[in-house]
């Protein structure tokens, strides 16, 4: 084949993606720590199939227009580093095609040097031994072999063949990978996408597998972000009390029986006005819960299966509303309260009811889902900026897997001045956000909510995924490992010892506050044994133990 076109093109994108879904828990395997959070393969199989979306039932034979939708889909669902870095690469194919109804091998060649250029452009401080030297090295490659001449199949065979010697070379510029003995999970990724695309080139069209690929209950977690997006986004606005026929609202516990109703929670109250939004599967559940506290202003409930299924056909997606006013024909953003605007709201990501609690305590107006394992995508950071309503919007990604996607979603938005505060953990977040000033400028407050995060040291316990040894430490499957500042310093059987362990490596003679956030999987008793431990043996530091009931760590711990 000597060109391409949009049709063309298509089959790729999605013989692609798809050849990534049905691989992607072995390129999750390829994580180098040996934490539960190995979903490079996750992040980007959901930004790959967010992009799928956009063209599945497309007809467009211009590639300009294909490789356009594809990379919008790919914007908006970015998730995770390595997912934001996919979805600028194709962005930079998109670029390169611009303008074009159909190309040739040499100016398929040129439109991935356009990727590759936009992709480094994304990334601060570009990391050699990663997905960015794999698709460097491979294009660079393929455009020295083209020529008119060659076909489309050939040119994508220069590509595949760099790539995989790119990839095998990754462990010689990245240490870590070396060690461990892995190659780089985000270029084993974008080859797995190579070479589907490359099938679907030579007649052989890669279809999903029928059975979702094996994966263990760790990724499971990341992948449910995907699943339970199906069932009822349910939305209201309440009005609490009266006193004496109403119960009283207690926002912790409203939040922590609401979540055990569905996911993608958020809960927001401003004096006698409570808003909630849950995706669940028994709506009439939550509404009869709720109205145990008070009588409801706004209410609005979407089928998302309905809607998931709809797309899947090729029809139009449709909002279905419930709500005083009617509305039926309204999209549902803009069922909302004509409020005023803001001159400044905050948005965090959290990852337990508890954690959600401490952050709302500190200022924070809307809370993304998300965290570990289940890494938010654009697409939910441009919503939660929209209902934030407000001028200018500080964002808290709290994990540094989060950052990429947050700052591209602020590129994204209109209207709104967004920013990014690069806070990597959860006790990051919460420090810099305890440091806005609604008086201060947006200047002034994002220097100062930035200058906090050098303040804070940060460490948390959670389990080991296998056998292995990283700098020295010895662990074994199941064990409890320590990190701090993202290297692992301890490892035990025994979480007491391990989280100990821990705090003796964090404090130093400059400490003087320890925050502990311990998860759903630590009860009181055991977080009243550890607060106790450091009353003994560190009196001159002061102890903030809050119950955040985060998943997957065991403790968050934050030293300033």
Do not use: W
């Amino acid at each position: 084949m000597r060109e391409i076109d949009g049709q063309d093109l298509k089959q790729m994108l999605l013989s692609g993606a798809n050849n990534l879904y049905n691989f992607y828990p072995e390129i999750d395997a390829l994580n180098v720590f040996p934490v539960p959070d190995g979903d490079t393969g996750m992040n980007m199989n959901l930004t790959m199939t967010s992009g799928s979306k956009e063209i599945q039932n497309r007809s467009d034979t211009n590639i300009f227009e294909i490789s356009k939708a594809f990379s919008r889909g790919l914007l908006m669902g970015a998730r995770g580093n390595s997912g934001v870095i996919t979805s600028q690469i194709f962005r930079g194919l998109s670029q390169g095609l611009s303008g074009k109804e159909k190309v040739n091998a040499v100016e398929l060649a040129e439109a991935f040097e356009n990727a590759v250029a936009v992709a480094y452009k994304a990334v601060v401080r570009p990391v050699e031994g990663t997905i960015l030297t794999v698709v460097r090295e491979s294009v660079h490659f393929m455009h020295e072999q083209v020529k008119e001449s060659t076909s489309i199949e050939r040119a994508m065979e220069y590509l595949i063949e760099e790539a995989n010697q790119s990839l095998n070379r990754t462990p010689e510029l990245l240490p870590i990978l070396k060690e461990v003995g892995v190659v780089d999970s985000g270029g084993a990724g974008l080859i797995k996408i190579y070479d589907g695309m490359l099938s679907a080139l030579k007649g052989k069209f890669i279809e999903r597998n029928q059975e979702a690929p094996e994966t263990n209950p760790i990724q499971a977690a990341g992948a449910q972000m995907e699943s339970d997006e199906f069932g009822y986004c349910t939305e209201f606005i309440m009005r609490l009390g009266p006193e004496d026929t109403k119960k009283p609202f207690n926002q912790a516990r409203f939040t922590t029986v609401l979540e055990s109703h569905g996911n993608s929670l958020v809960v927001v109250k401003d004096e006698d006005i409570v808003k909630v939004h849950v995706h669940t599967l028994n709506p009439g559940a939550v509404l009869t819960y709720a109205q145990g506290f008070g009588e409801f202003i706004k209410l609005k409930i979407e089928n998302m299966t309905e809607q998931h299924h709809a797309l899947e056909g090729g029809a139009d997606e449709k909002n279905s509303l419930l709500n005083e006013g009617g509305n039926e024909d309204k999209p549902a953003e803009e069922v909302e309260e004509n409020l005023p605007k803001e001159k400044f709201a905050m948005v965090a990501v959290s990852s337990g009811s508890g954690i959600d609690v401490i952050f709302e305590e500190a200022g924070i107006k809307s809370i993304v889902k998300g965290g570990q394992t289940m890494n938010p995508s654009s697409e939910d950071f441009v919503k939660a900026i929209k209902k934030a309503n407000a001028d200018n919007v500080f964002i808290f990604p709290n994990n540094s897997n989060i950052v990429m996607a947050a700052s591209q979603a602020c590129d994204m938005v209109e209207d709104v001045n967004a920013f990014v505060i690069p806070s990597k953990t959860i006790p990051q977040g919460i420090s810099a956000a305890i440091r806005f000033n609604p008086e201060a400028t947006v200047e002034e407050n994002f220097k100062e909510m930035k200058s906090a995060l050098k303040n804070v040291k940060s460490g948390e316990v959670t389990f080991s995924i296998r056998d292995t040894e990283i700098n020295g430490v010895s662990m074994k499957k199941d064990d409890f490992i320590g990190i701090f500042e993202k290297e692992i310093v301890i490892a035990s059987k025994d979480r007491f010892e391990t989280i100990t362990g821990l705090i003796k490596r964090m404090v130093d003679e400059m400490s003087s506050i320890i925050t502990i956030i311990y998860g759903a999987d630590v009860n009181e008793e055991e977080a009243n044994k550890v607060a106790n431990y450091i009353q003994d043996n560190l009196p001159d530091v002061d102890i903030d133990m809050r119950a955040g009931n985060q998943p997957i760590y065991s403790y968050l711990v934050g030293i300033e």
